[in-house]
């Protein structure tokens, strides 16, 4: 074996006998959405998941989405943005949701909302080819009859 062959199998076997695992962690994380109705029960708003037994009259159905706002950090010299560093979103503040939903309600003249969901949703921005995160909620609006 020549020297220079010789030289270059020591120099892989250097390389490969310092090769070591690394590893990316994403860490646990805890992510909790509370809604609480106690404000508008308080102004006589009923919102519930359950459908209503007692009489009533429908109003519409409240569909609504709120999307989180994005936010892509860029390393940059001077005014050039050189390397993107990934994206992070601003979570939905719940009480938003439920506050527009209400306004919406009351708008058609609704004093209560059944069937109440509220499930995550995304949408794809085609120009920073991501998908934004957002909460949705979509209930039956009621006007109860008695109240």
């Given at each position: ?20 695992t690394q590893y990316r962690v994403i860490e646990k994380e805890t992510c909790a959405l509370v809604f609480d109705f106690t404000r508008y029960t ?105 109240n």
């Amino acid at each position: 074996m020549s020297k220079v062959a010789f030289a270059i199998l020591v120099l892989l076997c250097q390389y490969w006998s310092s090769c070591g695992t690394q590893y990316r962690v994403i860490e646990k994380e805890t992510c909790a959405l509370v809604f609480d109705f106690t404000r508008y029960t308080n102004q006589g708003f009923m919102f519930t998941p359950e459908k209503y037994a007692m009489e009533y009259e429908s109003i519409g159905v409240v569909n609504l989405v709120i999307y989180s706002k994005m936010e892509q950090a860029q390393k940059t010299i001077g005014e050039n943005p050189v390397l993107n560093l990934g994206w992070r979103f601003v979570q939905v503040n719940p009480s938003e949701l439920i506050e527009l939903a209400y306004r919406e309600a009351k708008k058609m003249g609704a004093n209560a909302m059944t069937n109440v969901e509220i499930t995550e949703a995304s949408k794809f921005n085609a120009e920073f080819k991501i998908d934004v995160p957002g909460v949705r909620l979509r209930g039956f609006a009621i006007r109860r009859k008695g109240n």
